[in-house]
């Protein structure tokens, strides 16, 4: 009844072990508690802030065209696709006429006649020539014969006149590109009516880009004309662009109360046309207090830093203004030369001890 079960000992001791070993290990956080943080310090300090005046708008081509067919009829093919590469003189599409075709045919079956007509009337008039030198014929007879005959110069050329016009005509049925660039637009479809007041397509012109905004009346004092433009899109996060005012219009919108102005972007650049972009324009500069963009937090809708106060960490509440690359503006809450946590303060709350490194 005494004997022991040995052999179970070795596993209830492993067992034990495995436990200890399988603990999970202390946070950071939880280190945090019981010994001071390493953390970097920055003295709030004041400096130059740029204001920025930030405009918003779309990037389009310096020119764009539209493409009306000269000629009302079907379509019987368009060659190019939207955001197709297009040069000057390149066919866009092809427009049926039959009508057209049929007068053609029939303008030339008159010419043939009015050209017979035409040497007929040459001959009647060399031989009333003749006839009147010899008294055969009278001077009125020959009168006759040379009305007739510019009756019938005058036929043939009425009739190649109407086919020089329908050959015009035919040359418009073939759609073409007046200028290089990319169809940004395109109505164009096969079996489609054809309409001289329909566009069939858009072309923007190879060339270097701009951006369009609409600015508030308030803030036209600040567009000069080749002043720096920040762009920036959301399709290209962290990437900026720079631009430089080119157009300022002369008048203000009376019903917006806006005035446009057009920022050159140059050539090559990654943004597309229709893009929507923000920029932003330097106006002026103001003294304020700032300090690095890491050393302010937020939780919510608050902004805070935590101070060193003698190695201990005090949460502050901040009001923010302009962020400006590395550092932000504090409109609230700090004072100059006082000591702001930038780099460990993810790990600290209110008395925190801290240590600088």
């Not at 764009?64 to 390149?90: C, D, H, N, W, Y």
């Not at 006149?161 to 005509?169: H, N």
């Not at 009376?254 to 990654?270: M, V, Y």
Request: charged share 25%.
């Amino acid at each position: 009844m005494k004997r022991i079960a040995w052999g179970l000992v070795p596993l209830l001791v492993t067992g034990v072990v495995g436990c200890q070993k399988g603990e999970p290990k202390q946070s950071d956080a939880e280190k945090a508690q019981g010994q001071a943080i390493s953390v970097s310090v920055a003295t709030a300090e004041e400096g130059d802030v740029s204001i920025p005046l930030v405009v918003e708008g779309n990037i389009a081509a310096r020119s764009e065209v539209k493409i009306l067919p000269k000629l009302a009829g079907r379509i019987l093919s368009v060659k190019v696709e939207e955001g197709s590469s297009v040069t000057s003189g390149q066919t866009l599409a092809m427009i049926e006429s039959p009508e057209m075709e049929w007068q053609m045919q029939q303008q030339k079956a008159s010419l043939q006649t009015a050209q017979a007509n035409l040497e007929n009337a040459r001959s009647n008039l060399d031989r009333m020539r003749t006839l009147v030198d010899q008294g055969a014929v009278s001077q009125q007879q020959y009168e006759t014969a040379l009305t007739q005959l510019k009756v019938a110069e005058a036929q043939a050329k009425q009739i190649k006149a109407s086919i020089r016009l329908l050959e015009t005509q035919r040359e418009n049925a073939t759609v073409t590109s007046p200028i290089s660039g990319v169809v940004i637009d395109r109505t164009a479809e096969v079996g489609v009516m054809a309409m001289p007041s329909n566009p069939l397509f858009t072309i923007a012109e190879a060339g270097p880009l701009e951006l369009q905004v609409n600015v508030p009346e308030q803030e036209m004092s600040h567009l000069k004309l080749g002043a720096p433009v920040r762009v920036e899109s959301a399709a290209f996060p962290g990437e900026v662009f720079i631009g430089k005012i080119r157009e300022v219009s002369p008048s203000v919108d009376p019903q917006t109360r806006q005035i446009k102005a057009k920022i050159d972007l140059g050539r090559g650049s990654t943004l597309k046309i229709g893009m929507f972009v923000r920029g932003t324009i330097e106006t002026r500069k103001r003294q304020s207090m700032v300090v690095p963009t890491a050393a302010v937090m937020t939780e919510g809708e608050e902004a805070f830093v935590y101070l060193d106060e003698g190695g201990k960490a005090k949460r502050i509440t901040v009001k923010t203004g302009i962020r400006e690359g590395s550092r932000v503006e504090v409109l609230s809450g700090l004072s100059t030369g006082m000591p702001v946590v930038v780099e460990g303060g993810a790990f600290l709350k209110d008395g925190s001890s801290i240590v600088r490194r």
